[in-house]
């Protein structure tokens, strides 16, 4: 392979990596283990005095890993560099999810800032992982964006529905029974529909049951990822701090 950073950006872009864009999505990524073939910085110096300030753990990496380029080639390279000036190329690194905790399903999710918010939610929550159905990539650059480099702090893959793990499973709706008069399992899957169309009929025949956040009448919905956060903050709420 090539020196020259351009060059290797490009033929990494082209053999499936995906972009990390901005310091945030570089420092998760470092953090939880992520495989970066290329990082680049406009200014190093720079970066590693942020991370010095916001991330100490993460400067011996990000020194080793970084590459200085020109802000022009850094330009050139990612559509639309982040303030931070930092981006990377990360082999993406989908997997099963953990069952040790709920693992959160996306029926078909359309809104590519919504599962990036919900693989986020997922990781800070310490939920089992995140399982997407449909034809939407859950590791779009757009997703890892939102997501802010977390996929490598949880689990993020793509399945059909009649491949999800085992194990009960709730599924999220209006019209379902109270969700504050349950307790939700660690090895329970809680299933949330489409931004537009709600649940499929094929996640409704594989539910267990249907559970309803608290809503007041006349509002119709919640936000996909708002749903997920209410969720799984039910979940952490029920157990004691460790
Ligand atoms: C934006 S909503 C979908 C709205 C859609 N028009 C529908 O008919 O269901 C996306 C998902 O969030 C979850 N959700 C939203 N509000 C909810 C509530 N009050 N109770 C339970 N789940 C909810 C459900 O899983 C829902 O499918």
Do not use: C, Q
């Not at 000036?85 to 919504?114: E, F, I, K, S």
């Amino acid at each position: 392979m090539t020196r020259d950073p351009a060059d290797r950006w490009h033929a990494l872009a082209a053999a499936g990596t995906v972009l990390l864009d901005g310091f945030h999505a570089v420092k998760h990524a470092v953090r939880f283990g992520a495989e970066l073939p290329l990082a680049v910085t406009a200014d190093k110096a720079a970066t590693l005095a942020l991370a010095r300030d916001l991330a100490p753990d993460t400067v011996p990496a990000l020194d080793t890993l970084l590459t200085p380029v020109a802000p022009a080639t850094l330009a050139a390279l990612v559509p639309r560099p982040h303030p931070t000036g930092v981006a990377a190329l990360a082999v993406p690194a989908p997997r099963a999810p953990a069952r040790t905790a709920p693992v959160v399903v996306l029926d078909n999710p359309r809104h590519l800032g919504n599962i990036g918010a919900v693989v986020r939610l997922a990781a800070g929550a310490g939920a089992g992982g995140v399982v997407t159905t449909g034809t939407t990539d859950p590791w779009h650059p757009a997703v890892l964006r939102a997501a802010a480099g977390l996929h490598w702090a949880t689990a993020v893959e793509r399945r059909a529905v009649d491949a999800l793990p085992d194990g009960p499973l709730y599924a999220l709706d209006p019209e379902g029974d109270d969700l504050r008069s349950v307790t939700v399992a660690d090895g329970a899957l809680l299933a949330f529909g489409s931004e537009r169309a709600g649940l499929s009929p094929e996640m409704r025949a594989r539910a267990d049951g249907l559970l309803a956040l608290p809503m007041r009448p006349r509002v119709s919905s919640y936000n996909l990822a708002t749903s997920v956060a209410m969720t799984l903050y039910h979940w952490m709420a029920a157990r004691r701090p460790a």
